[in-house]
């Protein structure tokens, strides 16, 4: 008896450690799991952060590709200024009725009538004086509501014949808007190319004004004619220090879990400031040679204004009376910019 009790109780102790082990198996298991999933996570918002800070990179380095390139993006294209482009294209509006499109449907005798008295209803007594009268109603709100539907549908009619009506005049008016406007285009080009002065300064400024910048460039661009001297002249405000970005690069940090940035030195920042003014400089009259197409002008004044590279109030460059001599030569030779730019000036 003592034998038997002795073998259940090992037997159930060992059930118990078993039981044990196995609780403590799956903890491990479900430990190993957690940190997997952790590392798993963690790898995956390292590899986002990572791409963030490549899409980063990427920007960065197109944003001051863009701004070394001003001048290299406009030489070899054609700048004359495309007349026809300039034409607002002729839409005009769908004439759309709505529910004034949809008569209302006349009114079905059938449908307020009572339904005949069948065999045995008109044995039941006074079945059919109330049949009767219940026609006569009947008859009643038909003619009523043929009455209600008339008058809506006159109302419904004057009102399409309205709406039709405005609808015509806005089409005639749109078409007439286009037409004076194609007109006051086909004015300018005749006028351009007949070489009055206010038509001059108009072309150019739209020539300048229809110029692709990077964002954030400004849009202050003044012109003027003189017709005695065939000169040009360029009233321009370059972007400011701005648009040349702060940051360098960015870097992702995996210790810190955190993006961080290296700034761009203050003279790389100066160097490509100067390099924006002398190409934009370069880029405005080149593309003014190059847009005149009927050759009216023979030199231009550039009068542009910048922000200073130190703290003083910005500057202005003025560039007096260039000549239209080969201009593609001194443009897409290998010397720096900013020389051409001195050389000219000096000139």
């Known amino acids: 008896m003592q034998r038997a009790s002795a073998q259940a109780a090992q037997a159930q102790y060992r059930q118990q450690m078993q039981a044990i082990r196995e609780a403590e198996r799956i903890r491990r298991q ?154 006051e285009i086909d004015e300018l080009k005749a006028d351009y190319e007949a070489g009055k002065p206010d038509a001059i300064r108009q072309y150019f400024e739209l020539v300048l004004s229809s110029e692709h910048y990077p964002d954030g460039w400004p849009e202050s661009v003044r012109v003027a004619f003189v017709a005695e001297s065939k000169q040009l002249v360029v009233e321009y405000d370059f972007p400011g220090l701005e648009i040349v970005p702060e940051i360098a690069t960015y870097k992702y940090i995996k210790v810190k879990k955190e993006i961080a940035t290296t700034q761009r030195s203050d003279v790389e920042r100066r160097h490509l400031y100067s390099s924006v003014i002398a190409q934009t400089t370069l880029r405005v009259v080149y593309v003014l040679f190059s847009a005149d197409y009927s050759g009216h002008v023979e030199s231009i004044v550039f009068n542009g204004t910048w922000t200073r590279l130190i703290k003083r109030p910005g500057g202005r460059c003025i560039l007096a009376s260039l000549p239209f001599e080969q201009p593609e030569k001194c443009l897409l030779s290998s010397i720096s910019r900013e020389w051409t730019l001195r050389r000219v000036l000096k000139g």
Do not use: C, W
């Open 30 to 183: 479900q430990e190993r799991a957690r940190i997997a999933g952790q590392k798993e996570q963690l790898t995956h918002y390292h590899e986002e952060q990572e791409a963030e800070v490549e899409a980063r990179n990427r920007d960065l380095g197109e944003s001051v590709n863009r701004i070394e390139s001003i001048l290299a993006e406009a030489l070899g294209r054609d700048h004359r200024l495309d007349f026809e482009k300039l034409k607002p294209l002729l839409r005009l509006p769908q004439f759309d009725p709505k529910s004034l499109g949809q008569a209302e449907p006349a009114p079905r005798p059938e449908d307020y009538l009572p339904k005949p008295l069948g065999f045995f209803a008109r044995l039941v007594p006074g079945a059919n004086d109330r049949h009767q009268i219940a026609i006569r109603d009947a008859r009643a709100r038909f003619d009523a509501d043929v009455m209600r539907q008339a008058e809506g549908e006159k109302a419904r009619k004057a009102a399409l014949r309205a709406e039709t009506a405005a609808h015509a005049e806005a089409v005639r008016d749109i078409k007439e808007t286009i037409s004076r406007q194609h007109h």
